[in-house]
T-cell receptor
Framework: AQSVTQPDIHITVSEGASLELRCNYSYGATPYLFWYVQSPGQGLQLLLKYFSGDTLVQGIKGFEAEFKRSQSSFNLRKPSVHWSDAAEYFCAVGPLNFGNEKLTFGTGTRLTIIP | DAGVIQSPRHEVTEMGQEVTLRCKPISGHNSLFWYRQTMMRGLELLIYFNNNVPIDDSGMPEDRFSAKMPNASFSTLKIQPSEPRDSAVYFC?????????????FGSGTQLSVL
């Protein structure tokens, strides 16, 4: 069965600092990988996704993520965070040959930005 | 585009009462999903529809939960009777068919509190 682990429940970074959120997945074949962001009181919004090609993918809001098959990881990065990036971030994994109904979400990482 | 619209935003009810949550997906999207989000269990898929037809309701926790999609622009999730352990945020999401079908568009959710 597929699974997603986000080992950091809560991360605090200073505004302007770099950010890396960790995501490890378990899946028997090449997965479809996603990062979603949830702002307070809102639904989840897709930041980026990966299923093939260049292992470094660019997303919205200046985020990027790198797929590392050898480490079963798909970490999210941003070189310089803004106060508006404070939110909860969810990694998700799904099989290539199915739709969104087979997505498994991680438990999320809450990001706090300090001035 | 107005996005996925859910109502109500907040619902407070007493145990034993019937609760109906509503969702209007994005026009043209052919898949609709109901999720429940809690601190303990994270984001769980309850049921999803393709072209208004329920495909998989294995995530529905009990017979007290039911969902309908009478047409392409409206879906309901009903809990009858409600219990305190049903308290959670319920999200509706939709997605288009075709090459962009791997992207979920979420509503802002309904915060349900059962007293």
């Amino acid at each position: 069965a597929q699974s997603v682990t986000q080992p950091d429940i809560h991360i605090t970074v200073s505004e302007g600092a770099s950010l890396e959120l960790r995501c490890n997945y378990s899946y028997g074949a090449t997965p479809y990988l996603f990062w979603y962001v949830q702002s307070p009181g809102q639904g989840l919004q897709l930041l980026l996704k990966y299923f093939s090609g260049d292992t470094l993918v660019q997303g919205i809001k200046g985020f990027e993520a790198e797929f590392k098959r050898s480490q079963s990881s798909f970490n999210l990065r941003k070189p310089s965070v803004h106060w508006s990036d404070a939110a909860e971030y969810f990694c998700a994994v799904g099989p290539l040959n199915f739709g969104n109904e087979k997505l498994t979400f991680g438990t999320g990482t809450r990001l706090t930005i300090i001035p | 585009d107005a996005g996925v619209i859910q109502s109500p935003r907040h619902e407070v009810t007493e145990m034993g009462q019937e609760v109906t949550l509503r969702c209007k997906p994005i026009s043209g999207h052919n898949s609709l999903f109901w999720y429940r989000q809690t601190m303990m269990r994270g984001l769980e898929l309850l049921i999803y529809f393709n072209n208004n037809v329920p495909i998989d309701d294995s995530g529905m926790p009990e017979d007290r939960f039911s969902a309908k999609m009478p047409n392409a622009s409206f879906s309901t999730l009903k809990i009858q009777p409600s219990e305190p352990r049903d308290s959670a945020v319920y999200f509706c999401a939709s997605s288009p068919a075709g090459t962009n079908g791997k992207k979920l568009f979420f509503g802002s959710g309904t915060q349900l509190s059962v007293l």
